[in-house]
T-cell receptor
Framework: GAGVSQTPSNKVTEKGKDVELRCDPISGHTALYWYRQSLGQGLEFLIYFQGNSAPDKSGLPSDRFSAERTGGSVSTLKIQRTERGDSAVYLC?????????????FGPGTRLTVL | QKEVEQNSGPLSVPEGAIASLNCTYSDRGSQSFFWYRQYSGKSPELIMSIYSNGDKEDGRFTAQLNKASQYVSLLIRDSQPSDSATYLCAVNGESGTYKYIFGTGTRLKVLA
């Protein structure tokens, strides 16, 4: 596809359930990023992938959060035992190389609501 | 803690005026700077990138960078109601790395 895509666009779940969010980066982009944006807040960095490796997981809020990337392409962000505080828009971005100065292109986001 | 600061606004300007958006950053080693526009309920989209001191112009948009004073600004000339959005400043958090730090954004309202 031409841009970054994310599914689902909206996810409503109950507290305690697990969720999986998917990101398809721009074809050929080696770097992939996950961010979280709470209402009225800036973007909170979660994790960065270079190829299939995640050299920086420092932004993951707790061990309930995990992510993987396969084939240097699709990435999945998993949240276990969701809490109401996990409600936010989860944004995925990709860039060509991941190097300094590289532009990050964002997907449309997944709006997660935990009831 | 490396930070990127923006006035949250809203910044209200009349149609046709110049809108000036400012951003300051704490890391003197930062080399890459970006302005993203985010419409309500949408994802951020890149407006401008700037890497060297001075001005960079693209259509109605001008980015200004002053590394000595650690600020980057975005000027929007002939502001239009369609420019009403939140503008996010992003700064490379560590020189030579991918890690960008985003400000919380300035909400711009262009009044018709």
């Amino acid at each position: 596809g031409a841009g970054v895509s994310q599914t689902p666009s909206n996810k409503v779940t109950e507290k305690g359930k697990d969720v999986e969010l998917r990101c398809d980066p721009i074809s050929g982009h080696t770097a992939l990023y996950w961010y979280r944006q709470s209402l009225g807040q800036g973007l909170e960095f979660l994790i960065y992938f270079q190829g299939n490796s995640a050299p920086d997981k420092s932004g993951l809020p707790s061990d309930r959060f995990s992510a993987e990337r396969t084939g240097g392409s699709v990435s999945t962000l998993k949240i276990q035992r969701t809490e109401r505080g996990d409600s936010a828009v989860y944004l995925c971005a990709s860039s060509l190389t991941g190097l300094d100065g590289d532009t990050q292109y964002f997907g449309p986001g997944t709006r997660l609501t935990v009831l | 803690q490396k930070e990127v600061e923006q006035n949250s606004g809203p910044l209200s300007v009349p149609e046709g005026a110049i809108a000036s958006l400012n951003c300051t950053y704490s890391d003197r080693g930062s080399q890459s700077f970006f302005w993203y526009r985010q419409y309500s309920g949408k994802s951020p989209e890149l407006i401008m990138s700037i890497y060297s001191n001075g001005d960079k112009e693209d259509g109605r948009f001008t980015a200004q960078l002053n590394k000595a004073s650690q600020y980057v600004s975005l000027l929007i000339r002939d502001s239009q109601p369609s420019d009403s959005a939140t503008y996010l400043c992003a700064v490379n958090g560590e020189s030579g790395t991918y890690k960008y730090i985003f400000g919380t954004g300035t909400r711009l309202k262009v009044l018709a």
